[in-house]
Antibody, heavy 120, light 106 residues
């Protein structure tokens, strides 16, 4: 069974940084691209970032480009999201999500999410 | 950016009734359209991909159709567990999601 477990969320001040982690199990992690998707309180879903299976290619939504960095450690089956220069509008539940298949750009497994709140 | 518009925003129906949800894209996405279901406090769950393919374990009462810019998710007979929010997502380009349709109990 695929399991994705996010951690690292919390309350941070504007301009601050947080690092999210997503521990994966139940599938061959190194064989799948992964993404981060966020959901502001009471709002819809927003794709944030993606990373290829090897980690060599990374992609970002315009809203986070230059501030967020996605990475992965395939030896530890873990996905990361480094979030710098945080803004109030980054407040959301952040989900890690597994690609259905290579290049598919949709997600067949999601974690339970971790809440990031940016406020002074 | 491809904008997805879902309608209606809320659908009030009774168990056993048929639900028809719409998703319209601002430009053609071919059949690269995905549907998710989300219940309160839970992560989204993949329902349909490429417009009409049910994901693993999804009951046959869920069906999808459409191509180009207009798509429909149909639930043939609502079960109590189907009351939730439904999102469409296009995968023709980097993912964008619709605003969601809430299916609530009438």
């Amino acid at each position: 069974e695929v399991q994705l477990l996010e951690s690292g969320g919390g309350l941070e001040q504007p301009g601050g940084s947080l690092r999210l982690s997503c521990a994966a199990s139940g599938f061959s992690f190194s064989g799948y691209a992964m993404s981060w998707v966020r959901q502001a309180p009471g709002k819809g879903l927003e794709w944030v970032s993606a990373i290829s299976s090897s980690g060599g290619d990374t992609f970002y939504a315009d809203s986070v480009k230059g501030r967020f960095t996605v990475s992965r450690d395939n030896s530890k089956n873990t996905l990361f999201l480094q979030m710098d220069s945080l803004r109030a509008e980054d407040t959301a539940v952040y989900y890690c999500a597994k690609y259905f298949a290579s290049g598919s750009k949709f997600f067949d497994s999601w974690g339970q999410g971790t809440l990031v709140a940016v406020s002074s | 950016e491809i904008v997805l518009t879902q309608s209606p925003a809320t659908l009030s129906l009774s168990p056993g009734e048929r639900a028809t949800l719409s998703c319209r894209a601002s430009q053609s996405v071919s059949t690269y359209l995905v549907w998710y279901q989300q219940k309160p406090g839970q992560a989204p769950r993949l329902l349909m991909y490429d417009a009409s393919n049910r994901a693993t374990g999804i009951p046959a009462r869920f069906s999808g159709s459409g191509s180009g810019t207009d798509f429909t998710l149909t639930i043939s007979s609502l079960e109590p567990e189907d009351f939730a929010v439904y999102y469409c997502q296009q995968r023709s380009n980097w993912p964008t999601f619709g605003g969601g349709t809430k299916v609530e109990i009438k």
